[in-house]
């Protein structure tokens, strides 16, 4: 099995940009989760899908960033117009269900914004 | 939310047994500790989880205290690829907000020396 595979895996941009960060769960996961992670505030969970549905978004920071998922094998996040302060790494992760199973990580997109 | 506590950081030496310990005396009978470790530039990867008993998998044991308030996990061996970050995470299956979230704190800094 191949993982979690996001792309790309490292994106330089200019403030006012935008920027669309992919992910590919492995097949037959249900769930869908992305997370940012800082140095000043860890690994936060920004949203997650259940079989290609947004269940949960309320960790979205605000109307810049956007989440889609239009099929069980894709997903993407985007933020327009993106700032510095979205400078992050960006983790997609997914699992066979969203209550109970494992979560398996992707490598994640490390994102600078100047 | 239940909340957990660990160490910012702990040392040890290759080849040795590590406890890793975390607090979490608010804990409900819903959450299942679930442990996750993060390797340097790595997005996280699963350890280990359980609910009441003591757990053991190829990779570490887990061992909950009676009164689940507490748990540790335990590297039988260290080795140099076990230096990560290690996070203590609740996870709840109680319904609400925080149903099957996995919500990081800062985790525990783990050195191995050789």
């Known amino acids: 099995d191949a993982g979690v595979i996001q792309s790309p895996r490292h994106e330089v941009t200019e403030m006012g940009q935008e920027v669309t960060l992919r992910c590919k769960p492995i097949?037959?996961?249900?769930?869908l989760f992305w997370y940012r992670q800082t140095m000043m505030r860890g690994l936060e969970l920004l949203i997650y899908f259940n079989n290609n549905v947004p269940i949960d978004d309320s960790g979205m920071p605000e109307d810049r960033f956007s989440a889609k998922m239009p099929n069980a094998s894709f997903s993407t996040l985007k933020i327009q117009p993106s700032e510095p302060r979205d400078s992050a790494v960006y983790f997609c992760a997914s699992s066979r269900d969203y209550y109970q199973e494992t979560q398996y990580f992707g490598p994640g997109t490390r994102l600078l914004v100047l | 939310d239940a909340k957990t506590t660990q160490p910012n950081s702990m040392e040890s030496n290759e080849e040795e047994p590590v406890h890793l310990p975390c607090n979490h005396s608010?804990?409900?009978?819903?959450?299942?500790i679930h442990w996750y470790r993060q390797l340097p530039s790595q997005g996280p990867e699963y350890v280990i989880h359980?609910?009441?008993s003591n757990v053991n998998n190829r990779m570490a044991s887990l061992a909950i205290a009676e009164d689940r308030k507490s748990s540790t996990l335990i590297l039988h061996r260290a080795t140099l690829r076990d230096a990560a970050v290690y996070y203590c995470i609740l996870k709840t299956l109680a319904g609400g907000t925080s149903y099957g979230k996995l919500t990081f704190g800062q985790g525990t800094i783990l050195t191995v020396h050789p």
């Open positions: 097949s037959g996961h249900n769930s």
């Open positions: 608010t804990i409900s009978g819903t959450d299942y």
């Open positions: 359980g609910l009441t």
